[in-house]
């Protein structure tokens, strides 16, 4: 069974930086596209970044900002949020994809983690 464990959320000032860590099991990590997402209460849930072997992906808004890793040996990928705003402050979901072809849909996820909050003071 696949899980997938959030973890680095917190409390942070605008212009800070979060490193958001997902530990993932139960799957061949390596094989998986991994992706991170986000959801405000009442709105749906958007997509931020994902990692297909080495290729990363970004939704514009985090552009520049956002990077995502992935330690294959570690089963681990890594989001290093950087320059925070007020409106990132939200939950923060790791997710994952069976097989390598990458994707910005949230739905065409098939894990998720529980989430962790992650929030940004003015």
Same mark, same amino acid.
């Given at each position: 069974?696949?899980?997938? /464990? #959030?973890?680095?959320?917190?409390? /942070?000032?605008?212009?800070?930086s979060?490193?958001?860590? %997902?530990?993932?099991?139960?799957?061949?990590?390596?094989?998986?596209?991994?992706?991170?997402?986000?959801?405000?209460?009442? $709105? $749906?849930? #958007?997509?931020?970044?994902?990692?297909?072997?080495?290729?990363?992906?970004?939704? #514009?808004?985090? =552009?520049g900002?956002?990077?995502?890793?992935?330690?294959?040996? =570690?089963?681990? /990928?890594?989001?290093?949020?950087?320059?925070? $705003?007020?409106?990132?402050?939200?939950?923060?979901? %790791?997710?994952?994809?069976?097989?390598?072809?990458?994707?910005? #849909?949230v739905?065409?996820?098939?894990?998720?983690?529980?989430?962790?909050?992650?929030? /940004?003071?003015?």
């Open positions: 069974q696949v899980q997938l /464990v #959030e973890s680095g959320g917190g409390l /942070v000032q605008a212009g800070g979060l490193s958001l860590t %997902c530990a993932a099991s139960g799957h061949t990590f390596s094989r998986y596209v991994m992706g991170w997402s986000r959801q405000a209460p009442g $709105k $749906k849930r #958007e997509f931020v970044a994902s990692i297909a072997g080495t290729s990363t992906y970004f939704a #514009e808004s985090v =552009k900002r956002f990077t995502i890793t992935r330690a294959n040996a =570690k089963d681990t /990928v890594v989001l290093q949020m950087n320059s925070l $705003k007020p409106d990132a402050t939200t939950v923060y979901y %790791c997710a994952a994809r069976i097989g390598l072809v990458p994707t910005t #849909e739905h065409e996820y098939d894990y998720w983690g529980q989430g962790t909050q992650v929030t /940004v003071s003015s």
